[in-house]
């Protein structure tokens, strides 16, 4: 997230639905990598931004009836464009960043415009940081 509180998303295809899908940025933790080493890895490399403050939000189990994998979300704060500037994705990522405020996030959610359960399990991660949820 940016100072001004803007969620640095990423446009990319997804083969299983067959269509562009509106994520946050993620992927793979590298054999001997920490969790933490990785997110910033994937921000820079999928959107050329850095973060100054990360903070664990949580984690979640993906799909534990047939997959033994974890999901683990990160805060990242502060983020700007890295020095060396733009996204340097893996070979067959084909990746658009966009900027979206975090105050419109909840109805891109409910829309659908945010549709990929990982992503949506990551919002609600940070909701129940930020107090949400329970309240009423």
């Not at 803007?6 to 899908?21: D, E, K, S, T, Y």
């Not at 509106?22 to 931004?49: C, F, H, K, Q, S």
């Amino acid at each position: 997230m940016t100072t001004d509180e803007q969620v640095v998303l990423i446009r990319q295809f997804r083969p299983g639905v067959a269509r562009v899908c509106l994520e946050i940025p993620g992927g793979m933790v590298d054999r001997g990598e920490a969790p933490a080493a990785a997110a910033a890895r994937e921000l820079e490399e999928e959107t050329g931004y850095v973060a100054t403050r990360w903070r664990p939000l949580g984690v979640v189990a993906p799909n534990p009836a047939i997959q033994g994998n974890l999901l683990h979300t990160f805060l990242a704060e502060g983020a700007e464009l890295a020095p060396a500037g733009g996204a340097v994705p893996d070979g067959n990522e084909v990746i658009a960043v966009e900027l979206a405020a975090l105050d419109e996030i909840g109805a891109m959610v409910r829309d659908g415009r945010i549709d990929h359960a990982l992503v949506v399990a990551a919002f609600a991660h940070l909701t129940l940081e930020r107090g949400g949820l329970g309240r009423r």
